[in-house]
């Protein structure tokens, strides 16, 4: 039994399949459900959070290090929604999940003016995501520099109040 029967059919991962043509990998959630409508900006998200995410990490060499922990991957591929609470919006917005979601390509890197690694914005990446709520799958797709059969994938989808869900792909 999966341990997160009780997640929400938007974040609940059932299976998760990708493909690679060249560097572009295709990663497919295959979730419970996605519904027509869903709630944004909800009562309890603050303003400027990601409010619900879905995101597959890369590590391109497929080897872990010990010392790595936690930053094991070089990219990101991200779906995401940021709650704007303070807009004309307003909060409790009912919205296709199509009308709101961002996509985006991120590179774990080391930040000079920071000092610190970070997650910084492959520019001119063009990531892409598509939903199909009859086959329950949301798909996301992008040019990994260097990605390889040797390359590690790991989904994980996020609700900033109902929880989280992950899986390897199969």
Not at 32 to 54: A, H, K, Q, S
Not at 70 to 88: C, D, W
Not at 105 to 114: A, K
């Amino acid at each position: 039994m999966d341990a997160v029967d009780n997640l929400p059919g938007h974040i609940n991962i059932i299976k998760a399949r990708s493909n690679r043509v060249g560097e572009t990998i295709h990663a497919r959630f295959y979730l419970r459900e996605i519904p027509e409508m869903m709630t944004f900006n909800r009562d309890g998200v603050g303003n400027t959070l990601v409010e619900y995410m879905w995101t597959v990490s890369v590590n391109v060499d497929g080897r872990f290090e010990p010392w790595l922990v936690g930053h094991e991957h070089e990219f990101m591929l991200a779906a995401f929604t940021t709650a704007s609470v303070v807009s004309e919006r307003g909060r409790n917005l009912v919205r296709p999940l199509e009308n709101v979601i961002e996509v985006e390509l991120y590179e774990w890197v080391f930040d000079e003016s920071l000092q610190a690694y970070t997650w910084l914005e492959v520019e001119g990446s063009n990531p892409r995501v598509t939903i199909s709520r009859e086959d329950h799958i949301l798909k996301l797709a992008g040019e990994i520099p260097g990605v390889s059969h040797e390359s590690f994938l790991y989904f994980r989808t996020f609700d900033a109040l109902l929880g989280a869900d992950c899986i390897s792909p199969e």
